[in-house]
């Protein structure tokens, strides 16, 4: 079992900025995919940033040299800077994490996020 606790979240301004994180804890095997999803009012939750545990990224388009996903292997905690925040990017975001040892794959609770213009 896998547990993922997330904070960060709030509400700011378009143009503004928030840096959300996320601790696991319990089963953590050393391989793994953590990353950052999101899921706005009526929509499907789309991933927004994917990080291995070597370190390679992966953002949405939609984010891309605005957003920054990080981590610290050590301490099994992912981050996720939001600059230059937009309307658009409001939604829960959720922590997830998931490796090739299991099927299992592990979410956070969410953190809402919320944009005004």
């Known amino acids: 079992q896998v547990q993922l606790v997330e904070s960060g979240g709030g509400s700011v301004q378009a143009g503004g900025s928030l840096r959300l994180s996320c601790a696991a804890s319990?089963?953590?095997?050393?391989?793994?995919?953590m990353g950052w999803y999101r899921q706005a009012p009526g929509k499907q939750r789309e991933v927004v940033a994917v990080?291995?545990?070597?370190?390679?990224?992966n953002y949405a388009d939609s984010v891309k040299g605005r957003f920054t996903i990080s981590r610290d292997n050590a301490k099994n905690t992912v981050n996720l800077q939001m600059n230059s925040l937009k309307p658009e990017d409001t939604g829960v975001y959720y922590c997830?994490?998931?490796?090739?040892?299991?099927?299992?794959?592990?979410w956070g609770q969410g953190t809402q996020v919320t944009v005004s213009s």
């Open positions: 319990g089963s953590i095997f050393r391989i793994n995919t």
């Open positions: 990080i291995t545990s070597g370190g390679s990224t």
């Open positions: 997830n994490y998931n490796t090739y040892r299991s099927p299992v794959e592990y």
